[in-house]
């Protein structure tokens, strides 16, 4: 999957395949383009079929280091009420007390603590992940699609990457109990993160 695969894109661009030699030009700050990226999730619904959303509101920066992947950074923030699923009223319970609060706790925030090099290119990114004000460790599992200059002569870096976690860990409790069995909200959240930044110094 591509830098601009959520997005069409006419103009022709020159990629750079991810190497471990060739990434210290890459060093520098980033922001992260909503324009081209896409966060979302994805979470078992009455045992039998997944529901998959999205928020549409956020912000990030990295700091990428490439010599040492070990220093690099990220920080993301995202408005609870961009949360999308397709489906309007869904949407309202999901911002409700029941779930995310949004209200009361607007934003969802990840910070990272550390970062290593797993191979040429995938990494892992632990940091804090914040959700109605509780604060626990993940570990992302991100791969390096590689960088390119897009037809403006912006630098681009792109990175896609996954995580699960208990949605119960951040007090996201809501449920309820089928009548032949199991329960209507699966547990496990499926993270997802393709991410496009633009390099800005």
């Known amino acids: 999957m591509g830098l601009f695969s959520?997005?069409?894109d006419t103009a022709t661009i020159t990629a750079t395949a991810p190497t471990a030699q060739d990434l210290s030009h890459l060093t520098g700050a980033y922001t992260i383009d909503p324009a081209h990226s896409e966060?979302?999730?994805a979470v078992r619904h009455a045992m039998v079929t997944t529901v998959?959303?999205?928020?549409?509101e956020y912000e990030g920066k990295l700091h990428l280091d490439g010599s040492d992947p070990s220093r690099s950074t990220a920080e993301v923030v995202i408005k609870v009420a961009s949360i999308d699923t397709g489906q309007e009223q869904r949407d309202g319970h999901l911002r409700t007390?029941?779930?995310?609060e949004a209200e009361t706790?607007?934003?969802?925030?990840?910070r990272s603590t550390s970062a290593r090099q797993l191979d040429a290119e995938t990494y892992q990114l632990t940091g804090d992940l914040t959700i109605k004000g509780t604060s626990k460790p993940v570990s992302i599992d991100l791969t390096f699609n590689g960088s390119a200059k897009d037809p403006y002569g912006t630098?681009?870096?792109?990175?896609?990457?996954?995580?699960t976690i208990n949605r119960t860990d951040w007090g996201l409790n809501?449920?309820?109990?089928?009548?032949?069995?199991?329960v209507l909200i699966g547990e496990k959240v499926k993270l997802t993160f393709d991410i496009s930044a633009i390099k800005s110094a």
């Open 6 to 8: 959520r997005k069409s």
């Open 155 to 163: 630098q681009r870096v792109g990175f896609e990457g996954t995580t």
């Open 52 to 56: 998959r959303g999205q928020f549409s």
């Open 39 to 41: 966060i979302g999730f």
């Open 97 to 100: 007390g029941d779930f995310f």
């Open 105 to 110: 706790y607007p934003e969802i925030t990840f």
């Open 174 to 182: 809501y449920n309820a109990a089928l009548e032949t069995g199991g």
